[in-house]
């Protein structure tokens, strides 16, 4: 009887996962894979020369076969367009860049019926300069949006600043808080507080502790952040009961003011927010931006949140190019990710494994392919399909839910020399159209070449979707091979146990494992140039091969252990 039990327990360990989620993670995104869309970017239906919403309907198809189950829209607010569509005018209505409020309805109902989700950008932290709640606030402390923003008196002394800033620190401490006091003659002058730039006022969510000597800062339940809580849920209420499936929280850390070590802003997230959100939305899905999971999803109870570019928990070491650290101390840096070979683990994999413990079982850390603020994947010496493959081997076969940032599926290339659009800044080469096919202007729009939203790469051997639909080995069939693979095999979902197999000290290959129950893979990943080796514990017998980018590879179990040997710029996964 025991006996019978203890298999039992075994099968049902089988079966499901090995840790279970929490209760308040919406059913469907455990099997989620996102796709990111910058909305002006992806597809112009009206020949403009800016994407838009039906352009998005249009590819409705194409999404669904890549593999992904949900899409994450960047901002489509009506915007004053100083950042991308950050500086919200109006967060009940749709631009018109991109169409109506009833074209949103329609996006969701039709991605709705090919079972894709949809997930809009809240931008919590801040409005635009011309929102009409700052007009009105600007002029009198007893309006009905006077409270909305923070309007300080005078500027105290800056306190002195440790280290260098990041985006992290720029969410909100104390040195960056004074910084963001914005000079102005409004009759509410002389300054008010900003979130990010200077057409981007803060929204008024509190202080975390309220110095009297300083009048502008108020409670987090004094009356205004009071009203500035129901006017967000009212915003989230508004879209959620037009069918959408929750928002990506833009800056979520950095609602509460002076809040140093966040604990107050977490709270307003847990005991409000999320909790509210939960309750009313089980479905639905609250995804952070606030880059230390350890604080949003294990202590805030978001469901999810990056490890990407910013913050002191990053992946800059395995991908990006040209510098480490800030400042001076800054040095030149080849990434892990990188046909050379001389990139290093230990930096990336002691973030990430802190991350990965602090919320393993309770929500997720995804690492994104990339994103609309820093720069793709397709970059400077990483720009083969075979050395992308790599790269997409890895982001698709990690813990979490995948992200895609739109084109890296076909490899869409960093425009380094792209000109700085909507306030993008440096941003605006990640930014770029996406390259459909061979007709005008890659299929993106009809409008004349100099009217397209940022220039597209003239290179006429650039890779397009047509291109790659028509490839066997392209980049695009290959992301769909690995996506599929995910799906089938549990043991590479988003749930299943993760743990680095191979050493530090050998960083290539990377070999990791993948567990749910019984079921056990290993990835392994060589990005360098040369073909490798690792000898790995004994197992008791060999694995079966069953997908990745090699052209040879080899898994022998010898006298001293399991010998894996992987051809250049290569990846393998493998099965037990
Ligand atoms: C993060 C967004 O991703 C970025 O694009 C924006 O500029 C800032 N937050 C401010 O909203």
Partial sequence: ??????????????????LAQKPTQPSWLSEAVFYQIYPSSFQDSDGDGYGDLKGIMSRLDYIKSIGVTAIWLNPVYVSGWTDGGYDVIDFYK????????????????????????????????????????????????????????????????????????????LMNSSASLI??????????????????????????????????????????????PMAMRRELKNIISFWMDKGVDGFRVDMAASLVKNDFDKSATIKL?????TKWFDENYPEGIL????????????????????FCHDGQYNYSSLFFYGRRGFGPNATPSTPYFDKAGTGELKTW????????????GNGYVSMPSGNHDFNRVCTEGRTTPEELKVAMTFFLTMPGVPFIFYGDEIGLKQNPNAPSTDGSGGRAGCRIPMLWDGTSNGGFSTAPIDKIYIPQDPDPNRMTVEKEENDPNSLLNYVRTVLKLR????????????????????????????????????????PSGKQVSVTLPTEASAPQIIGGSYTKCTYKQTKKGDVITLSPISSAIFKF
Avoid at 1 to 18: Q, Y
Avoid at 188 to 207: C, E, I, M, S
Avoid at 349 to 355: I, K, P, R
Avoid at 500 to 509: G, I, K, N
């Fill in 94 to 169: 749709v631009d018109k860049r991109f169409g109506t409020n009833s074209d949103l309805v329609e996006l969701i109902r039709q991605a709705h019926e090919r079972g894709i989700k949809v997930v809009m950008d809240l931008v919590a932290g801040h409005s635009s300069d011309q929102n009409e709640w700052f007009l009105q606030s600007r002029e009198a402390p007893d309006l009905r949006y006077s409270d909305y923003y923070i309007w300080p008196s005078f500027k105290p002394e800056e306190p002195a600043q440790n280290g260098p800033m990041d985006y992290a620190a």
């Fill in 287 to 306: 995804i952070a931006e606030w880059f230390n999971p350890a604080q949003s999803v294990a202590a805030a109870d978001f469901d999810l949140d990056f």
């Fill in 487 to 526: 799906k089938d095999v549990k043991a590479l979902g988003a749930d299943a146990d993760w743990r680095l197999v191979s050493s530090l000290d050998q960083p290539y290959p990377m070999v990791y494992e993948r567990k749910l129950g019984l079921e056990r893979c290993y990835v392994v990943l060589n």
């Fill in 349 to 360: 994999y002691d973030l990430y494994t802190y991350q990965y413990d602090a919320v393993h």
């Fill in 179 to 224: 910084r963001k006091f914005v000079a102005t003659d409004a009759p509410r002058g002389p300054y008010y507080v900003k979130n990010f730039f200077d057409t981007q006022p803060a929204l008024n969510f509190g202080f975390a502790n309220p110095d009297p000597e300083h009048p502008w800062e108020q409670a987090v339940d004094a009356p205004g």
């Fill in 1 to 18: 009887m025991k006996r019978i039990l203890f298999i039992s327990i075994l099968c049902l360990l089988a079966v499901s996962g090995a």
């Fill in 269 to 273: 997230w847990k005991e409000d927010f």
